[in-house]
Nanobody, 122 residues
Framework: QVQLVESGGGLVQAGGSLRLSCAAS????????MGWFRQAPGKEREFVAA??????YYADSVKGRFTISRDNAKNTVYLQMNSLKPEDTAVYYC?????????????????WGQGTQVTVSS
């Protein structure tokens, strides 16, 4: 069982930056692939970024602006978001998958956090 708690969301102007954190419980955190997803009002949840032992993977919409990283000693995964745009506004969710490789497929993630709101003003 893995429990995930996101933090770091907030209101920021376009062009600004935020860093999201996701703290995970459990002693096997390093065995899980971790991902960030987001859901805007009226839209489906979409993949943002993922990281595992095999590397990192990004959605085209955030590539070059967002960076995912993890600190296995702290059981935490981060999402550094730079050059934010109004279209990045959404609830951001952290998720964990037992798969060894990186994946952007929502259905392959077993555990989810409660989400943190990110609002980017124009």
């Amino acid at each position: 069982q893995v429990q995930l708690v996101e933090s770091g969301g907030g209101l920021v102007q376009a062009g600004g930056s935020l860093r999201l954190s996701c703290a995970a419980s459990g002693r096997t955190f390093s065995n899980y692939g971790m991902g960030w997803f987001r859901q805007a009002p009226g839209k489906e949840r979409e993949f943002v970024a993922a990281i595992s032992r095999s590397g990192a993977y990004y959605a085209d919409s955030v590539k070059g602006r967002f960076t995912i990283s993890r600190d296995n000693a702290k059981n935490t995964v981060y999402l550094q978001m730079n050059s934010l745009k109004p279209e990045d506004t959404a609830v951001y969710y952290c998720a964990a998958t037992p798969l060894a490789g990186v994946t952007g497929t929502t259905a392959l993630y077993t555990y989810w956090g409660q989400g943190t709101q990110v609002t980017v003003s124009s």
